[in-house]
């Protein structure tokens, strides 16, 4: 079964309007932690927002702000104010436990396009 | 800057060489480092975990005769895919896992496209 679920291949968004990228995950883990990165087409990984399992509140960095719904498991990332230089690939990740390799997952992810 | 380092960002080869890229931990030792690899419009799936002074651990359905990892030192890594085939043209991308348990960020290398002739 997969592990993070993306159910959006694609998403179109005018440029400064807000989106919301979804993220469902999967685990009997108590203590996870899960990621969103950004891929431009250079293909770098860049690290946007983290969520622990255990975190009450919604984390934020900047424009960046992360939905999280423990019981439903979903983790959707929203940006604000999109601009042209968001469109890119964006992945969620999961780390079961604290460590990473085979226990770090990543969705499908979803191609962000920002419209002028 | 950058906490990772990776080489070349960009290789093209012919059918049957071999080639090698490293991957640098800039900021901090690295007994643990992983390599991915991502296909065109795919996801990065993991391929193998290299570990300083000992053998590498292979995911299943990757061969670990083709692509050989060392861990020279700890802040070293290199992946070589040998006798390379069009087949492994590809997006290499490493990774090094944070110090500690109290840092929650997984440090990615820029990545390398390999395309084989």
């Known amino acids: 079964a997969q592990k993070i679920t993306q159910t959006q291949p694609g998403m179109f968004v005018q440029e400064k309007e807000a989106v919301t990228l979804d993220c469902t995950y999967d685990?009997?883990?108590?203590?996870?932690?899960l990621f969103w990165y950004k891929q431009p087409s250079s293909g770098e990984m860049i690290f946007l927002i983290y969520q622990g399992s255990y975190d009450e509140q919604n984390a934020t960095e900047g424009r960046y702000s992360l939905n999280f719904q423990k019981a439903r498991k979903s983790a959707n990332l929203v940006i604000s104010a999109s601009q042209l230089g968001d469109s890119a690939m964006y992945f969620c990740?999961?780390?079961?436990?604290?460590?990473?390799?085979?226990?770090?997952?990543f969705g499908p992810g979803t191609r962000l396009s920002v419209l002028p | 800057g950058a906490v990772v380092s990776q080489h070349p960002s960009w290789v093209i080869c012919k059918s049957g060489t071999s080639v090698k890229i490293e991957c640098r931990s800039l900021d901090f030792q690295a007994t643990t480092m992983f390599w991915y690899r991502q296909f065109p419009k795919q996801s990065l799936m993991l391929m193998a975990t290299s570990n300083e002074g000992s053998k590498a651990t292979y995911e299943q359905g990757v061969e670990k005769d083709k692509f050989l990892i060392n861990h020279a030192s700890l802040t070293l890594s290199t992946l070589t895919v040998t006798s390379a085939h069009p087949e492994d043209s590809s997006f290499y991308i490493c990774s090094v896992p944070p110090p500690g348990l109290a840092k929650n960020i997984q440090y990615f290398g820029a990545g390398t496209r390999l395309s084989v002739l």
């Open positions: 990740a999961m780390r079961e436990g604290y460590n990473y390799g085979q226990n770090f997952v």
């Open positions: 685990t009997s883990d108590q203590s996870y932690g």
